[in-house]
């Protein structure tokens, strides 16, 4: 059994992010969480200034997969760019991907500090007449920290 996990920790200082794959476990630092997608050029304090930190879990796993889901968990903080979409992890998925913004959104305007829930990816695999849908799951849990 395989199992995937991946932290990153988006702050003032820039993102690092810790992955684990069973017992190997390295850092790197990059500038966007892994998978995402372009930046909507906004921090978060400037999109929602009345959040100090908000956490993105999410879980994939491949429908009919009997391995484990690759977990991630990216950490928002203040001047971090505010990108809440992550691209599909399947190389082979055409124009899917994950928008957690709505959700985040949502949660604003209804002053909650915790959602979960699971989307399906709507990209394709394939082209043509043998396109077949990608449907890879995520199961997601956002906590956001409001400031005081």
């Known amino acids: 059994m395989q199992f995937h996990a991946s932290i990153t920790i988006l702050s003032d200082y820039g993102a690092h992010q810790a992955v684990s794959n069973d017992v190997i476990t390295q850092s790197i ?3 966007q969480p892994m998978n995402a997608i372009e930046t909507n050029n906004k921090k978060l304090c400037e999109l929602y200034p009345r959040i100090e930190s908000l956490t993105l879990f999410v879980a994939f796993q491949k429908a009919n997969a009997d391995v484990e889901p690759n977990y991630q968990q990216i950490i928002f903080t203040g001047n971090s760019d ?7 992890s399947r190389d082979e998925c055409f124009g899917g991907g994950f928008d ?8 604003m305007r209804n002053g909650d500090e ?3 829930g699971k989307i399906v990816c709507q990209g394709s695999l394939g082209s043509g007449d043998e ?3 990608c449907r890879l799951r995520s199961e997601y849990r956002i906590v956001i920290r409001r400031k005081p």
């Open 100 to 107: 957690y913004k709505p959700f985040i959104d949502d949660m």
């Open 29 to 31: 630092e990059q500038e």
């Open 131 to 133: 396109a077949q849908g």
């Open 114 to 116: 915790l959602a979960h």
């Open 82 to 88: 505010a990108t809440f979409s992550l691209h599909c």
